[in-house]
């Protein structure tokens, strides 16, 4: 009973004491009298809450400026205008219209954390440049990333939750501003070698033109992306694979398209459809890829703008 008696007497003791240290925080601050923000102040500080101070704090508060540190003004019109045009050039096939990925696998920017952290261009500027060895070079000059960034920035100032497109319809762009003969020559000198006639036809079975350009820049298909968004598909023979010639020590030789493949084994498949695996030892067996993308692999760094666009108006012509 001693016990019991001094537990409940503890008890109340803790209680008085919670309730004291309340009652002299006073009562909590609620949000600031007035309007909610509107809905299109989303992003860039628009409409940011006077007196909110659970907006400022975790996160929890329920006005659209949650991230204060991500929030910027709106940006010059005019340098979104010219961020938009060399966006749309350089980054729309791998990144898309509505910076959600495009057809060729590029990230979603409206999630990325360098887009949302990015000031003026800083954090893309070494990645435009080819830090990230997964992306390639992008002929964009230094001084022109800041317009791209803004552009960027601009988008996802419109941004709604969960990473949903911006609000409005789709946007539609005409690629096909190229001179056609210009793209002529420039296949007739470097496609034509390994593609010989293989072109014939292209502009019908992938008649949408961006989906074409996205087709031919890749080497013969896009990089899984999220699809050329109500495009067809391009039709027409399979992709080559990826094969492998293996030289054992004593010059027997297997080719085949690559299974597997690391630094401690390759497998190919045979021409009866088995497969054969190999231990590797360094460089023994010798192992030679034959990747029929790596063409187009070494052609992206040197494949200026007006070489993109005419080789596609002279493709589309191709029925």
Not at 9 to 17: I, N, P, Q, S, Y
Not at 265 to 288: C, H, L, W, Y
Request: net charge positive; charged share 15%; proline share 10%.
């Amino acid at each position: 009973m001693r016990g019991t008696t001094s537990f409940v007497a503890a008890a109340g003791v803790l209680m008085l004491a919670v309730l004291v240290r309340v009652d002299a925080q006073g009562p909590a601050a609620g949000p600031a009298a007035g309007p909610p923000p509107a809905e299109g102040a989303r992003g860039q500080g628009q409409g940011a809450p006077a007196g909110g101070a659970a907006q400022q704090g975790g996160g929890r508060g329920r006005g659209p400026a949650t991230f204060p540190a991500q929030q910027r003004p709106p940006g010059d019109p005019t340098l979104i205008a010219r961020g938009k045009a060399l966006f749309d050039v350089n980054c729309r096939a791998c990144h898309g219209a509505d910076l959600r990925g495009g057809d060729m696998g590029g990230p979603n920017l409206l999630r990325s954390q360098i887009a949302l952290n990015d000031q003026k261009g800083e954090l893309f500027l070494p990645i435009i440049k080819g830090s990230l060895p997964r992306m390639p070079p992008v002929p964009v000059q230094d001084s022109d990333v800041p317009a791209v960034a803004e552009y960027i920035h601009s988008v996802i100032a419109t941004m709604r939750g969960q990473g949903n497109p911006p609000a409005g319809p789709e946007r539609q762009l005409n690629i096909v501003v190229g001179n056609a003969q210009a793209g002529q020559a420039y296949v007739a000198k470097t496609c034509a070698g390994c593609h010989g006639a293989g072109f014939a036809g292209i502009g019908t079975r992938i008649p949408d033109p961006t989906t074409l350009q996205t087709y031919w820049v890749a080497g013969g298909g896009g990089g899984g992306g999220r699809g050329g968004r109500g495009a067809p598909a391009p039709t027409g023979p399979a992709p080559t694979p990826v094969t492998a010639v293996v030289t054992l020590p004593g010059g027997q030789k297997f080719e085949g398209p690559i299974v597997r493949y690391d630094d401690f084994v390759i497998a190919i498949r045979m021409q009866d459809s088995t497969e054969r695996s190999f231990r590797r030892n360094g460089d023994v067996p010798k192992v030679e890829i034959r990747d029929p993308k790596d063409a187009h692999r070494k052609l992206w760094p040197t494949l200026s703008n007006a070489d993109m666009h005419n080789v596609t108006a002279y493709l589309v012509t191709l029925k």
